[in-house]
């Protein structure tokens, strides 16, 4: 994937600096979702690999939904939908209804609504992709409302998992794991032991 990960910093989506993930641990590269977001032909190489690994791994289960795990990963099924059909795979696509958490009505992380959907999932063989998995829990959530509202969750596939996070009975797939880009505790931080500044904390989603 180092071909891959290049192309990503030729177009700005991934970026060098000393950042704080969600889950507090450091980086020295963080991907900017805005710029994924606003670079359809990224967006659609990065689709292109998502499907490769949803035909090598998921095939024979013949999935027949693929749902974003919020509204990056919608974006995203939508490019993968789009990516299958070139390969003679259709897949619907489809998303859970969205909307602002109501203990953080200003915060910009969207989370499921119970019940809101536009598909019938009953029945229905899924695939759940998202742009960036930390700690799984927004990945975990529409996996359980699909389970909740009778679909079979065949696995996720993720962009980058930036943590190794083990689902019972669920394949995770991914693209960039954290093997390629380097994510570390605290204490072993070697961006800390030169002092070098921060660029982002994602845990308060501002600039220190």
């Known amino acids: ?108 992380m969207l989370m499921p609504r119970e019940g809101a959907r536009r598909t019938d999932y009953a029945g229905k063989r899924v695939i759940v992709v998202a742009d960036i998995m930390t700690d799984g829990g927004t990945v975990a959530s529409l996996v359980g409302l699909m389970n909740r509202n009778g679909a079979e969750v065949l696995g996720a596939v993720v962009l980058w998992q930036r943590a190794r996070v083990e689902f019972s009975g669920l394949e995770v797939c991914a693209i960039l794991t954290p093997d390629d880009l380097l994510v570390m505790e605290p204490n072993s931080c070697h961006l800390c032991v030169g002092h070098a500044p921060f660029v982002y904390d994602f845990r308060t989603m501002r600039h220190p």
């Open 1 to 108: 994937m180092d071909g891959f990960i290049e192309v990503l910093r030729q177009h700005g989506v991934i970026r060098e600096g000393h950042v704080i993930h969600h889950d507090g641990r450091h980086g020295a590269h963080f991907l900017d979702r805005g710029a994924f977001c606003r670079d359809h032909e990224i967006r659609d190489e990065a689709a292109n690999h998502m499907v490769d690994l949803i035909r090598s791994r998921f095939r024979h289960s013949r999935p027949e939904l693929i749902v974003g795990a919020d509204l990056h990963g919608a974006l995203i099924a939508d490019a993968c939908v789009r990516q299958a059909s070139e390969h003679g795979l259709y897949f619907g696509m489809d998303y859970a209804e969205w909307r602002s958490s109501p203990s953080e009505p200003s915060a910009r």
